[in-house]
Nanobody, 124 residues
Framework: QVQLLESGGGLVQAGDSLRLSCTAS????????LGWFRQAPGKEREFVAA????????DYKATLKGRFTVSKDNAKNTMYLQMNSLKSEDTAVYYC?????????????????WGQGTQVTVSS
């Protein structure tokens, strides 16, 4: 099992930037992909971005590509999500998740381990 800890959330103004971090521990040797998801109040959880842990390939929700950038630091077992030009509709709890499937990107149901989430609130 992989333990995931998100950090970096907070309250920002529309147009601001924010960087989230997700640090993995435990059975990290089994990780193949780390992903970011978010859930806004009253909405279903949605995929945001993912990164191939060994090869660095990335995948994004189409409407977020260009504003959000996912990156990693393998030495620190940490994944990042740089979010620029934030909008009120980006307000959500952001979760990171780990998958051990070989295909990239994984289907949403192929993420097995989840963090507790970090709140991002964008005021307009």
């Amino acid at each position: 099992q992989v333990q995931l800890l998100e950090s970096g959330g907070g309250l920002v103004q529309a147009g601001d930037s924010l960087r989230l971090s997700c640090t993995a521990s435990g059975r990290t040797v089994s990780m193949t992909t780390l992903g970011w998801f978010r859930q806004a109040p009253g909405k279903e959880r949605e995929f945001v971005a993912a990164i191939d842990w060994s090869r660095g390939r990335t995948d994004y929700k189409a409407t977020l590509k260009g504003r959000f950038t996912v990156s990693k630091d393998n030495a620190k077992n940490t994944m990042y999500l740089q979010m620029n030009s934030l909008k009120s509709e980006d307000t959500a709890v952001y979760y990171c998740a780990a998958s051990n499937v070989l295909s990239f990107p994984p289907f949403d149901y192929e993420y097995d381990d989840w963090g507790q989430g970090t709140q991002v609130t964008v005021s307009s």
